[in-house]
């Protein structure tokens, strides 16, 4: 963790991927020849998502696991408390610790699919800070804890100000980092890291970077999450729609553009939602410079990252 803290002293980016688990043996066998392969891009952690509901919950403890003992990935493993039996839950941490991984995102949870509207299972867990704070509860400092930032609203509220309120419960529950919410207009989620560090949330707060693979995924994405999208951003791949090679060629310039002015702000992790696909972040991380073909980086093993985001 304090090669990780000096790098960002040093002024040197850290990433991370995001993957979640497949729905097949093949595609996950596909998944980690393809996180072996992503390995080589040096991230300094992955992590694994948590299926509402607790739908492929095996999988993704097994993932963890492999991950985390098998390729050597300091791994982060996302936790809900949709539909979640207390038991699961004391079951995935359980499983958790003893692989060896130091790393939860603690989520509500969106409603499992057969649901429109979210409901409490069980009463002790109602919102992520809950859930915050019972892991802390149990395995004291052992998990650094990360939770969900919205800079544009999220579905229950579009009240970014209220978010930011209840941002802060989750970071004075225990929460020790923050990943955000993907976005595409970088004003925006400057802003809300400054309304953020203003309103007394000083943990690091991550920057989740979608990448752009054709035009279809791009506009159902940004519907989805209702995220603003600059009109440039359209100006320039709209022309392009229906040849999937030409959108990813400028969505890799875009969105790198984008992270580079992130960086410059001084926000020196980027958590890339990789879609379990490596073609679309590793163009991006070309066009930044910041493979380690490019980069000068050295390979080496990811790190510890520990409380060590220091910026
Ligand atoms: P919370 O922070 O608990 O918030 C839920 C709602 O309750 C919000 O509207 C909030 O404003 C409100 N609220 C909180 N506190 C209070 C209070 N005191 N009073 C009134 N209202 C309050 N989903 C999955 O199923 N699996 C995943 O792996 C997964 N990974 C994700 C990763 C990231 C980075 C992000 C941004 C989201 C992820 N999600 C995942 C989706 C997430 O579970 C949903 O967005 C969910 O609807 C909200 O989860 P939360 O942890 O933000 O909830």
Not at 49 to 71: D, K
Not at 204 to 214: A, F, V, W
Not at 240 to 263: H, S, T
Not at 285 to 310: D, V
Request: charged share 25%; proline share 5%; net charge neutral.
């Amino acid at each position: 963790s304090q090669k990780l803290a000096l790098a960002h002293e040093n002024k040197k980016p850290t990433i991370s991927f995001e993957f979640f688990p497949p729905k097949t043996a093949q595609g996950v066998q596909n998944l980690y020849d393809r996180m072996d392969r992503m390995h080589d891009l040096g991230p300094a952690f992955i992590d694994i998502t948590w299926g509402a509901g607790g739908r492929h919950s095996q999988l993704t403890c097994e993932m963890v696991n492999a991950a985390q003992s098998h390729y050597g990935l300091e791994t982060c493993m996302h936790l809900t408390c949709t539909d979640m039996e207390r038991t699961q839950v004391d079951e995935a941490l359980r499983l958790a610790y003893k692989a060896g991984c130091t790393n939860i995102l603690a989520l509500r949870g969106d409603p499992p699919r057969d649901q429109e509207k979210w409901e409490a299972k069980d009463a002790g867990f109602r919102y992520a800070k809950d859930l915050v704070r019972y892991i802390r509860a149990r395995y004291g400092n052992h998990f650094d804890i990360g939770v969900a930032g919205y800079p544009e609203g999220c579905d229950d509220h579009r009240d970014v100000d209220l978010l930011v309120e209840h941002l802060k419960e989750k970071v004075d529950a225990g929460a020790s980092f923050v990943v955000t919410q993907m976005f595409y207009d970088v004003d925006i989620f400057l802003g809300w890291v400054q309304k953020c560090r203003d309103r007394g949330i000083h943990v690091p707060i991550i920057p989740g970077i979608m990448p752009i693979s054709t035009y279809a995924a791009f506009m159902r994405r940004a519907n989805w999450t209702k995220c603003h999208v600059p009109p440039e951003w359209y100006e320039a791949l709209e022309p392009v729609k229906n040849d999937d090679a030409a959108v990813r060629d400028i969505g890799k310039v875009l969105i790198a553009q984008m992270c580079r002015r992130i960086l410059d702000a001084g926000i020196l992790h980027l958590h890339f939602y990789t879609m379990n696909l490596a073609q679309a972040t590793r163009m991006i991380l070309e066009e930044l410079a910041l493979t380690p073909e490019t980069s000068g980086r050295r390979l080496e093993k990811p790190l510890p990252w520990r409380q060590s985001l220091g910026f």
